[in-house]
């Protein structure tokens, strides 16, 4: 059960009781192929591929019964506190453009949602100038330290670990 996205990640059916962070794929939701399960914490619906959003249909669902409800693969992690992805900011240009910078995050969040549901910001925090932002998927830290350097220059690094499924993203300015 492979998906063209996923890099040397195996899906064992018995194992999805364990911990989503090291036993699951994020593309791959909990239930036989072909079955429609619904997430009751986000609201993303799925056949047995990818995850998407859509209100009406999750509606649907609920009243007519006619899916089942599981949490997907990015709810569970918040849920665990297993994120996998890390982004760190610092220097004094963020001090100075917090909200420009904030507001990036939050529409590259948004935009990274619209194609997969499954790429959430799961915390932001921030403690001696320095902002963390956790998030459910690795490419979505890509992302979001590509565009801050896209749109506000500084220095961007990479360093994945945990067999490539943890990335941290380092900004600075
Ligand atoms: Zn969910």
Redo the contacts with the bound molecule.
């Keep these: 059960m492979k998906t063209p996205i996923i890099r040397r990640k195996r899906y064992n059916p018995g194992s999805f009781k364990k911990k989503v962070d090291t036993q699951t794929d994020s593309y791959l939701p909990k239930g036989a192929p072909g079955k429609m399960v619904i997430?009751p914490?986000?609201?993303?619906l799925s056949t047995g591929k990818r995850?998407r959003l859509d209100e009406a249909a999750y509606a649907k669902h609920v009243q007519a019964g006619t899916a089942r409800q599981v949490?997907?693969p990015?709810?569970e992690k918040i849920r665990d506190g297993y994120p996998s992805g890390q982004v760190t900011l610092k220097g004094p240009f963020l001090a100075e453009h917090r909200e420009e910078i904030l507001r990036i995050i939050k529409n590259e969040e948004q935009r990274a949602r619209g194609t997969n549901?499954l790429q959430r910001i799961m915390s932001l925090s921030q403690k001696s100038g320095q902002l963390d932002i956790t998030t459910t998927d690795e490419k979505l830290a890509q992302r979001i330290g590509r565009e801050l350097r896209k749109a506000c220059g500084g220095r961007v690094t990479y360093g994945w670990s945990h067999n490539d499924k943890f990335l941290r993203v380092q900004w600075e300015r």
């Design positions: 997430c914490g986000c609201h993303a995850w949490f997907c990015a709810c549901p």
